[in-house]
């Protein structure tokens, strides 16, 4: 299943990522593509704060990965895996560092910024997610990616032109 959104802000940009959120059961894998500064990491924002992370969230293009701790017992999603390999030398980096650790696990939400760059090690089921700047300043064409199997069923919102 393909989704397109337009968003005009941040702010509605994060809305469609707990759009998203509210789908997730835990084992997924988020890939996020664009262009740099096109709101990969207010998309990840979205998804952390709607699993109720309240720590800052920034991307971790030195450190490659944070590993959060999800609080909320009502959810069976415990930990959420930001990773960030804008800046990867190779790939073998990303595996030394545990990636494979947290890919898939039960209770775990990975989501990777710049996913197309280390493709070749995600999972088959990914859900895929590109952010492209629009037309406007503020404009950012968000298509998201969800594999059939997982049934997924978001409202996609029309795209104006």
Known sequence: MIYQYLSQSEKE????A???TKKL????????TGQLGAGKTVFVKGLANSLGIKKA???????????YQIKNCKLKIKTF?????????SVQDLIEIGVFDWLGKKETVAVIEWADRVKKILPKKTIQIKINLGKKE??????????????????SKKIRK
Not at 81 to 89: E, G, T, W
């Open 81 to 89: 895996i930001h990773i960030d390999v804008y800046r990867l030398k």
């Open 138 to 155: 503020n404009e950012r064409m968000i298509k998201i990616k969800i594999p059939n199997h997982y049934g997924t069923n978001l409202q």
């Open 57 to 67: 969230i920034t991307s971790p293009s030195f450190i490659l990965m944070k590993v």
């Open 13 to 16: 940009t994060e809305k469609i």
């Open 18 to 20: 707990f759009q998203l």
């Open 25 to 32: 059961k835990g084992g997924e894998v988020i890939g996020l």
